[in-house]
């Protein structure tokens, strides 16, 4: 059987990409919401009605699992999904919490889309800890559309996310937390902005953790030949050009490791 995993557009990948490295065995369904990206600066209802669907078809192709590979539709959707089906579905959430308690002194920066720092999930959970208010949370729209694009590495991203970080004192911060799949594809772009000591912490490793840790439990893990298979809001992707898309950007998530 194989693991979906689910994000409005290609944010996701980066967690897909760990997870292949980590469960080398196993099948895997990814699909990107692509006629309905960015969701990040659409209503909750809009993003409910969205997940919904997409969720419905993963469960139609009958997956074991599903990653809601996505900050944004967990932040809004995972109680309503978790209610609907009985599946193991596991969604992202800005890892915050380590963050704060590694480092007393400093502060520490979230961010994420413009719905995920809004919402009552985020908040509450800062409410729980972070009592010193030391947790500054921005929302960067743009990167989502400058990834879907596929623009990683030019200028125009350099200076959006200068302008955007100017009224901060970066030497201020211990960690950037990647409240957002899609800003996994820059950490090249951070690293050129932000002191060395600070520290890039995306949420994908402790995802496929616990991914990998309820298969053990309900004794679902496989050893199969391993495969990917991609579909672009419930279409599946077969031509050429657009697969050669998808390997692209794993290698450049590969290549984000690094950071
Ligand atoms: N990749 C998504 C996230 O993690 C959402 C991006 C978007 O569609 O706005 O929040």
């Known amino acids: 059987m194989k693991i979906g995993f689910f994000d409005s557009g290609i944010g996701g990948l980066t ?3 760990q997870a292949m490295r980590m469960l080398p ?12 990206v960015p969701y990040g600066t659409k209503t909750k209802e809009e993003i409910i009605g969205y997940v919904d669907l997409a ?16 900050n944004t539709a ?12 009985s599946l193991p579905i596991l969604g992202m959430e800005p890892a915050v919490k380590p963050a704060v308690e590694k480092c007393s002194n400093k502060r520490v920066m979230v961010i994420a889309t413009p719905l995920t720092v809004k919402e ?17 949370l921005l929302p960067l729209p743009q990167l989502v559309t400058f990834a879907e694009a596929g623009k990683f590495e030019i200028m125009e991203v350099e200076n959006y996310l200068r302008k955007e970080l100017s009224t ?25 902005i932000f002191p060395a000591d600070v520290e890039f912490i995306d949420g994908s490793e402790g995802t496929v953790n616990h991914l990998l840790s309820i298969l053990q439990d309900k004794k679902l893990l496989e050893h199969n030949l391993p495969k990917v298979e991609y579909y672009m809001s ?13 390997a692209q950007l794993h290698e450049r998530l590969e290549r984000m490791l690094q950071y």
């Open 74 to 85: 967990t932040s809004v959707a995972i109680e309503f999904l978790r209610e609907r089906y």
């Open 234 to 246: 419930g279409r599946l992707v077969t031509e050429e050009d657009e697969l050669a898309r998808f």
């Open 25 to 36: 065995e196993e099948d895997f369904i990814y699909y990107a919401d692509t006629d309905n």
């Open 120 to 136: 009552d999930k985020l908040k509450n959970l800062l409410r729980q800890i972070d009592d010193d208010h030391r947790v500054d």
């Open 15 to 17: 967690v897909l990409h």
């Open 168 to 192: 901060y004192h970066l030497e201020d911060y211990s960690a950037l937390i990647l409240g957002c799949t899609h800003f996994n594809y820059f950490k090249d772009t951070y690293r050129r």
């Open 55 to 70: 969720i419905e078809f993963l469960v139609n192709q009958g997956v074991k699992a599903i990653v809601i590979a996505c």
